[in-house]
């Protein structure tokens, strides 16, 4: 568990039913909560349009079975609410629109997840 990250309210965008359940295991470690998993363009904006749903912060797998996850992203930004990408064909196939928000290559482990979490999307640190 780590403290940073304790708690935070994370969805998780993956189409790899085997990566997604291998990050939501990563997430449980780092002591994040998953809301929900998606699989698809459709299923995630549904998740990202459910206002009943607290969202800290998303994982976005950038290609879903063929489809830009982009859609996904713009409703994520309009909520103001953080992600990074995880990719599996390089940092460079991300879109320019998108350029600024921190992505994983894969295959990333637990340590490389934990420390963009940490940079990206872990609240403030109370003073």
Do not use: W
């Amino acid at each position: 568990m780590v403290p940073a990250l304790m708690g935070l309210r994370l969805l998780v965008v993956e189409d790899e039913a085997m990566v997604a359940m291998m990050i939501e295991n990563m997430l449980d470690d780092l002591g994040c909560v998953v809301v929900g998993v998606a699989g698809t363009v459709s299923r995630g904006l549904a998740l990202v349009g459910d206002d009943s749903i607290d969202l800290d912060g998303a994982i976005l797998d950038v290609n879903l079975g063929g489809e830009k996850v982009y859609p996904i992203a713009e409703a994520l930004c309009s909520r103001h609410v953080p992600f990074i990408f995880s990719t599996g064909y390089g940092i460079d196939g991300i879109s320019t629109s998108f350029a600024h928000v921190p992505a994983l290559a894969k295959p990333y482990n637990e340590q490389a997840l934990e420390t963009l979490l940490i940079s990206a999307i872990a609240r403030p640190a109370a003073s």
